[in-house]
């Protein structure tokens, strides 16, 4: 069993930062991806930015040059470092990760309780 703990939300004025950081706690397990996705009210849940174990990293055009996501491996915990914030980038990030058991070649999903980011002035 994995567990995720997320952290780093808050209200911010536009143009300012945050960072969420998720951390994966358990043991006997490997994760091949992790990355962040956010829900606005009204809004269906988009992906935001994802890195895999390989340091590959995808970004939504609407973040890309503002937003960076790194990983810690040895802390199983990936960050996601949030510049230049606007309004519209309000809404709940969640933390999900893709989770193989070692010796396994399944994979299992995880999502995080989310975390509330909130840019206005």
């Known amino acids: 069993q994995v567990q995720l703990l997320e952290s780093g939300g808050g209200l911010v004025q536009p143009g300012g930062s945050l960072r969420l950081s998720c951390s994966a706690s358990?043991?006997?397990?490997?994760?091949?991806?992790m990355g962040w996705y956010r829900q606005a009210p009204g809004k269906q849940r988009e992906l935001v930015a994802d890195?895999?174990?390989?340091?590959?990293?995808n970004y939504a055009d609407s973040v890309k040059g503002r937003f960076t996501v790194s990983r810690d491996n040895a802390k199983n915990t990936v960050y996601l470092q949030m510049n230049s914030l606007k309004p519209e980038d309000t809404a709940i990030y969640y933390c999900?990760?893709?989770?193989?058991?070692?010796?396994?070649?399944?994979?299992?999903?995880?999502w995080g309780r989310g975390t509330q980011v909130t840019v206005s002035s």
């Open positions: 999900k990760t893709d989770v193989r058991p070692r010796g396994l070649t399944l994979v299992n999903t995880y």
């Open positions: 358990g043991n006997n397990f490997s994760i091949n991806r």
């Open positions: 890195i895999t174990n390989g340091g590959n990293t």
